[in-house]
């Protein structure tokens, strides 16, 4: 629910202040004014203090007149605008904030620094002014960072932005300045067309249906951001089988193999097929791994248990082969290959211990890194609200803990003259600082790495060790006087190939189980993408949108709606624009017609959206609704319908201009609630 409860509009020159305010009630409200006497201005105003001059013209260009950039009349006499300002009292129907935004700025502050106060300030101004908080507009972050002011408005309003898709393939929060197309119509362009324009500039796939769908929470757009989800899931893991492809494909590589029973990710054998012809959910990565042997290829299982079988075999030829001699030294040997191993295993060990303390180090720096970051962010902020002509931003870091240990600084006393950073220091420090720990994280991370490579080198040192070992223990239990060297030779050089390959089996194993693991996470995903289906509203959203159309039937019916029968007038759910029969509507009436859809379109959109507790925040700013010389008695029933308009929170608020009679309005509004804003010559004089 918004609210607009009081606005103040200044300027100063040297001449002297010229000002408007006046305060604003539930219900409607006519500003009546002559033309060109500043009705306008007025609504303009309002939307570029809540920084929503977007929703009228893209870029910075002006949306304001002379009178608050240039120059302005005072007592007959055009004098320059030295400093002007707009303070704007908004309520979300329990809490009050009054805004102020500098069009020109005094020294020191630019335009698109906005200045918040908790409270009424212009209806009720408080004995003591509370602390202001300062935050940006007009800028990347707007609607993101904490600074933002729109990030801010969006959390008063109660609204969670969903991130919507745009032209170029990115995800960007669907901004206020998009939703406020639907409560906010300028008069130039703004009656121009059946349905609201809506700002093209921030590059939103169909910004009309996407604002409708927020406003109407329908069930489509939690299932649009479950898809994209969804759909972002099966991106990741892409990335990650394509990781894992990659070292299977090396660890085959290094075992002079190849693998089979693979397939791409999301293909249709993919989804439907288990990778390496798995059936119980496991496979052994001694089948998934060829290698070549005298012309054809077998399974790397199978090549082990060959070598295993021919290092059994000749081990058993050379078994009872040594001398006495020979016996005592190869138990001298025996010694101290054993010696050899307890040293490698106290190494490993003590390498274990290192991985482990690497492993907590690293962890305890990434959540450092995090937190720096975090704190990074918020100083660019306030350094950002500086620069604008902030005078202190306490607010940003009203977390009250220390960045660096976490601890609250609740009760800590500060050192009386102790030099205090800057902002701009502030941030330097903090960017050192996470310039130290990212290079201390890279260290850690080239210490894990060269301590695994030094762990592997180990492992293997230790397995030749206990391969010796055991061969030497079976050489000293037999009795042949004799041994063939080259009997020795084709026995080491078959252990070694048998280690390796089991090395490389087990590694592969691994890979393999994440592999398939990847897999089921891909179809399970894939599977409830599919169960999702096309992007259709379900029967709840269906509902919502028959409401709005009865709505938006029954006030074209009062308008008096000629074109068409107003029942023959319906919504499509597609573009969310009114539609006749199988097309969409076009215009093909008279522009007094057109009008009156428009009337009814932004009418039926507020009732409707309030009736199913939607998100509209039931306001509607509207600069001219009288265009095109529309007939008087359809005049009189779009202002008591906006009278009677039940909105958020109860009536909706209806402000907008007219230039009749102020007799003319009381006929037309004759036995409704509402009240009159009056302007006199000009707004500002």
């Known amino acids: 629910m918004l609210r607009i409860e009081a606005v103040s509009i200044n300027s100063v020159t040297t001449g002297g202040v010229v000002k408007f305010s006046t305060r604003f009630g539930q219900g409607l409200t006519v500003i009546r004014a002559q033309n060109s006497s500043g009705k306008t201005l007025l609504l303009n105003s309002m939307m570029y203090a809540l920084g929503l001059e977007g929703t009228l013209k893209p870029g910075k260009q002006g949306v304001l007149t002379t009178a608050l950039t240039r120059s302005v009349r005072v007592n007959g006499t055009e004098r320059p605008v030295n400093q002007s300002w707009i303070d704007l009292e908004v309520s979300n129907g329990t809490k009050f904030i009054t805004v102020r935004r500098y069009p020109v700025p005094p020294e020191g502050i630019k335009a698109d620094l906005i200045t918040v106060w908790e409270g009424p300030l212009l209806s009720d101004p408080p004995v003591e002014t509370p602390e202001p908080r300062y935050y940006y507009v007009g800028r990347g972050g707007t609607a993101q960072n904490e600074a933002g002011f729109h990030h801010f408005l969006a959390k008063f309003l109660e609204w969670e932005l969903p991130s919507v898709p745009t032209y170029n393939g990115k995800e960007v929060p669907l901004y206020l300045q998009v939703l406020a197309s639907l409560f906010f119509v300028e008069q130039k362009q703004g009656w121009s067309g059946i349905v609201p324009r809506m700002p093209t500039q921030y590059q939103i796939r169909e910004p009309l249906r996407r604002s409708i769908e927020f406003y109407f929470q329908l069930d489509v757009m939690e299932l649009a951001r479950r898809r994209a989800d969804l759909q972002q899931r099966l991106t990741v893991l892409r990335a990650e089988y394509s990781a894992l492809r990659g070292a299977l494909d090396a660890a085959a590589q290094v075992a002079n193999a190849r693998v089979v029973g693979v397939s791409e990710f999301g293909s249709s054998t993919f989804y439907r097929n288990r990778l390496f012809g798995a059936t119980s959910g496991e496979v052994e990565a001694g089948v998934v791994l060829m290698t070549y042997r005298q012309n054809e290829w077998e399974a790397l299982q199978q090549t082990i248990d060959r070598l295993k079988v021919e290092i059994d075999r000749t081990s058993n030829a050379m078994r009872s082969r040594l001398t006495g001699a020979e016996a005592t030294t190869l138990g001298t040997r025996l010694a101290e290959l054993r010696v050899a191993l307890r040293r490698a295993t106290i190494e490993l060990q003590s390498l274990d211990d290192s991985a482990s303390m690497l492993d907590m180090q690293r962890g305890m720096l990434e959540k450092r890194r995090r937190l720096l ?19 202190f931003s306490r607010h940003a870091i009203a977390h009250h803990d ?21 902002t701009v220091e502030s941030t330097a420090l903090v960017g050192q600082q996470l310039e130290t720990v990212t290079n201390v ?19 293997q040192q230790s397995s030749d060790l206990r391969a010796q070992i055991r061969a030497i223990q079976a050489d000293l239990e037999g009795d042949s006087p004799s041994i063939s060297l080259a009997e020795v030779q084709a026995k080491m050089t078959a252990e070694n190939r048998y280690r390796e390959l089991i090395r490389i089996r087990d590694s592969a194993q691994v890979i393999v189980n994440d592999l398939l693991d990847c897999q089921n996470r891909a179809i399970a995903a894939k599977r409830e993408l599919d169960s999702l289906g096309d992007e259709e509203l379900t029967a709840g959203d269906l509902r919502k949108l028959d409401l709005w159309e009865r ?15 107003p029942r023959e007038i319906t919504i499509d759910p597609q573009g969310m624009r009114p539609a006749h029969g199988e097309s969409d509507l076009g215009f093909q009436g008279s522009a007094s017609d057109g009008l009156k859809l428009r009337w009814a379109y932004l009418l039926s959109l507020v009732e409707a959206s309030a009736q199913v507790d939607g998100l509209h925040p039931g306001i509607l700013l509207l600069d001219g609704p009288r265009m095109y010389d529309v007939e008087p008695p359809a005049m009189r029933s779009f202002l008591r319908s906006c009278s009677q308009l039940s909105g958020s929170g109860g009536r909706a608020q209806i402000i907008l201009t007219l230039s009749e009679d102020p007799e003319v309005i009381s006929e037309w509004l004759s036995g409704c609630a509402f009240s009159v804003v009056s302007i006199p010559e000009r707004l500002l004089a």
């Open 551 to 565: 709505k938006l039937q029954g006030l074209l019916a009062s308008f008096g709606f000629q074109v068409f029968s």
């Open 441 to 459: 994280i890279v260290d850690a991370e080239r210490s894990a790495t060269a301590n695994g490579a030094a762990r592997g080198a180990l492992e």
């Open 373 to 391: 970051e975090q704190e990074l962010r918020r100083y660019k902020d306030i350094q950002a609200l500086e620069n604008l002509g902030a005078q």
């Open 402 to 422: 220390c960045p660096t240990c976490e601890q609250s600084l609740d009760g800590i006393e500060s050192i009386s003259g102790a030099p205090v950073l800057s």
